[in-house]
């Protein structure tokens, strides 16, 4: 099982980036999604989550009506579009895929928001 993440990058408080998380070795469709973060100097966090079939999500407070996340299940892949990004959602940016007790995690993407 594999999750690659990628999009990151350093982008101006008030911009957007989109990151993507790639899924191989795993019956994608079977799995929940989240996205988490990791702050400098701070514990990881959950950002956003979709059920197996994208029908249904959930935010932490800090990025509603911010960020959405969104998955194709054709395409193995998950997204987390943000959007307003302020220099408070600096972190390393994780997925991971949970389905019982399977439990898998990326490597991370880093995301900057500096001017």
């Known amino acids: 099982v594999q999750l690659v993440e990628s999009g990151g990058g350093l982008v101006q408080p008030g911009g957007s980036l989109r990151l993507s998380c790639a899924a191989s070795?795993?019956?994608?469709?079977?799995?929940?999604m989240n996205w988490h973060r990791q702050p400098p100097g701070k514990g990881r966090e959950l950002v956003a989550a979709i059920t197996r079939a994208g029908d249904s999500s959930i935010y932490a407070d800090s990025v509603k009506c911010r960020f959405t996340i969104s998955r194709d299940n054709a395409d193995n892949t998950v997204y987390l579009q943000m959007n307003k990004l302020k220099p408070g959602d600096t972190a390393v940016y994780f997925c991971?895929?949970?389905?019982?007790?399977?439990?898998?995690w990326g490597k991370g993407t880093q995301v900057t928001v500096s001017s």
């Open positions: 991971q895929a949970i389905n019982g007790q399977d439990n898998c």
């Open positions: 070795g795993l019956t994608f469709s079977r799995y929940v």
